[in-house]
């Protein structure tokens, strides 16, 4: 029998590995699971998704903790053939439950034993591949030290170290479908107001003699393939990141991922929630406007002139601290021009530098989180000049 000091000492240094990471989702599933393990009592998926995600918001879908738990049995072997090479303790959780096993090991055997096998599989053909697997591993890390380092900027750097995936969120729009009661024609529509199913509900309550349906698949602004080719060009080769569109957003992507929003402030959905701790506000009922707090009024910015001419719109940026030691990006604006140049003032190598500027002649240093408002002129629901109206540093 394994003593229980020793795996919790153990459990201490797989929180504070490279493979693990304080904090993090494995952390927190692996911790559980001895817990569990050492009470007598082996948990089912449902107890396991409402103790990472809450009982609100785990709901019936547990198909996700067998993915967690797959991740889960990689990270412990990579740890223990990497970092954890020399530990006297095994962690190990047996494919079909969710018990752990606890097994002492014999390091000089296991050496030995790793030895033989490696010696006796290893052909020239295996010899030719492990030198190809070689000198391109040293070609990667050699462009990734002499590129990467010196080509990320410094808003990105945090997106690079942190093990946890990136999930690009794309603000949609939502569209319904009218059944004509005379001709039996459908009609899709596209109502501005309407940018979620709580507002479509309100909307359709409103008519009741009206055959409207929620469509299952919403609409794209046209500037998506453009914020995701520049995010594209950021992360490219070195970090991948998943595409969620705002309106499949849940609240558990908010504790896995590290977020990066693009689009109308109106699609942000549950990511407009930050505004409640911001100097900035902004009405969901009101979409065509930001508020700025002063002491006893607001100042009002709303975008104006023809979206399809000259026009003025107004743009949101912030960087925030997420729920669960990660961040979250928000590139956002009234209209589309606006969220399109609020995401290349950090995505192109010429405006980066001037929001660099920007903040050490604001602050004297670059803050790991802040927001700010920016105007942006455009034709043609492309903006091409935006300029920074308030600024301000985000504490924890």
């Known amino acids: 029998m394994v003593p229980k000091n020793e795996v919790r000492a153990l459990l201490e240094r797989i929180s504070k590995s490279k493979s693990f990471g304080p904090g993090s989702t494995y952390t927190r599933l692996l911790h559980f699971l001895v817990d569990s393990t050492f009470s007598g009592d082996v948990p089912k998926e449902q107890t396991i998704a409402e103790h990472l995600f809450g009982k609100n918001i785990a709901g019936s879908d547990t198909s996700k903790i067998r993915v967690y738990i797959y991740h889960l049995r990689k990270k412990l072997q990579q740890y223990f053939e990497e970092e954890g090479k020399d530990e006297s303790i095994l962690l190990k959780i047996p494919k079909g439950g969710y018990k752990v096993e606890f097994k002492s090991r014999d390091l000089q055997r296991t050496g030995i034993s790793q030895k033989r096998s490696k010696s006796s599989l290893v052909a020239p053909m295996g010899t030719l591949l492990l030198v190809s697997l070689l000198i391109n591993t040293y070609l990667l890390i050699r462009k990734d030290s002499t590129e990467q380092d010196s080509s990320i900027p410094t808003f990105w750097t945090t997106y690079f170290e942190d093990e ?16 004509d009661s005379t ?4 009609t899709t529509i596209r109502f501005p107001e309407i940018n979620s199913l709580e507002q479509f509900d309100t909307f359709s309550a409103r008519r009741p003699d009206r055959q409207l ?6 609409h794209a602004p046209t500037g998506s393939t453009e914020w995701i080719n520049s995010l594209t060009k950021i992360f490219h080769p070195y970090k991948d990141f998943n595409i969620r569109m705002s309106s499949k957003l849940e609240t558990r992507d908010l504790l896995d991922y590290n977020l990066i929003y693009v689009g109308m402030q109106k699609t942000a959905g549950m990511l407009n929630s ?3 701790q911001s100097i ?49 990006f928000m590139f956002s604006g009234l ?11 950090f995505t192109m190598e010429s405006k980066i530098s001037e929001m660099e500027d920007y903040m050490k002649n604001q602050l004297g240093y670059i ?3 802040f927001e700010m408002l920016i105007e942006v002129n455009g034709v043609d629901r492309i903006g091409f000049e ?6 301000n540093e985000v504490t924890r």
Do not use: C
């Open 280 to 328: 900035f506000d902004y009405d969901v009922n009101h979409t065509d406007q930001y508020n700025y707090q002063l002491q006893d009024s607001f100042l009002t910015f709303s975008p104006h002139g023809d979206p399809s001419d000259k026009h003025t719109d107004y743009g949101f940026i912030a960087r925030y601290p997420g729920p669960n030691d990660n961040f979250i």
């Open 213 to 218: 349906n929620p469509l299952s698949y919403s």
């Open 367 to 369: 803050p790991n989180y």
């Open 164 to 179: 946890k995936p990136i999930q690009v969120v794309i603000g949609d729009l939502m569209v319904y479908s009218e059944m």
């Open 386 to 391: 935006g300029r920074v109206l308030i600024f």
């Open 335 to 345: 209209w589309d021009s606006a969220a399109s140049e609020s995401l290349r003032s």
């Open 183 to 186: 001709t039996g024609n459908m």
């Open 274 to 276: 930050y505004f409640d």
